[in-house]
Every structure is written in structure tokens, then in C-alpha cells.
Nanobody, 119 residues
Framework: QVQLVESGGGLVQPGGSLRLSCAASGSIFSFNAMAWYRQGPGKQRELVARIFSGGGTLYADSVKGRFTISRDNAKNTVYLQMNSLKPEDTAIYYC?????????????WGQGTQVTVSS
């Protein structure tokens, strides 16, 4: 069982920055991947960024060049640095991890943290 706890959300003006953190109860070094998803008002949950066990990353087109996902294995924490924020980035941001077990992979989710971009 893995527990994920997000922090760092809040209200920010357009063009501003925020850094989200996701602390995991287990060793993220052994995870297949960790990711950030978001769900805006009236929208489906979508992938924002993912970082794989080997260090590779991928991003949604809408955040490329503005957001950066990173991890600190020693702290079992994944970060999402968000710059040049836009009103359309307003959403609940969820941390996700994918863990491999003998009988298959399993996804875990955090409780979410609200990010609001507004003047």
C-alpha cells in the first residue's frame, strides 16, 4: 500500500509560479513511474506530466515549456514546478504513482490539491 500526500496548491495570478510536492510513503525509486494529473471544472482528468523510473519524462502539449516534473529519491518526493501559469491551468492537481507487483501493476492516487489561477 502506498500513500501519496500533495501540497503546494493555492491562488496565483496569471504569469505566476507554484511548486507542487507529492510525498510518498514508499520508496519511489522502485516505482515504475510517478505523474501529475489534473481535473478542471467540468472537465475530465488529464495527464499533465510523468516521470519514469529511468528518469525520462513526458508532458502534455499544453504545459510543455512551462511545467517541469522532477523527483528526489532520498525524500521520496516528486515535484511539479509550474511557471507562466494561465487561467486554464486552474484545476485540482492529483499525484499518481504506478507500482509493479508480482501479479501486475497498480495505480495509487493522492487526495488532490487545488490550483487557482486568477487575477
Amino acid at each position: 500500500q502506498v500513500q501519496l500526500v500533495e501540497s503546494g496548491g493555492g491562488l496565483v495570478q496569471p504569469g505566476g509560479s507554484l511548486r507542487l510536492s507529492c510525498a510518498a510513503s514508499g520508496s519511489i525509486f522502485s516505482f515504475n513511474a510517478m505523474a501529475w494529473y489534473r481535473q478542471g471544472p467540468g472537465k475530465q482528468r488529464e495527464l499533465v506530466a510523468r516521470i519514469f523510473s529511468g528518469g525520462g519524462t513526458l508532458y502534455a502539449d499544453s504545459v510543455k515549456g512551462r511545467f517541469t516534473i522532477s523527483r528526489d529519491n532520498a525524500k521520496n518526493t516528486v515535484y511539479l514546478q509550474m511557471n507562466s501559469l494561465k487561467p486554464e491551468d486552474t484545476a485540482i492537481y492529483y499525484c499518481n504513482c504506478n507500482v509493479g507487483y508480482t501479479l501486475g501493476n497498480r495505480d495509487y492516487w493522492g487526495q488532490g490539491t487545488q490550483v487557482t489561477v486568477s487575477s
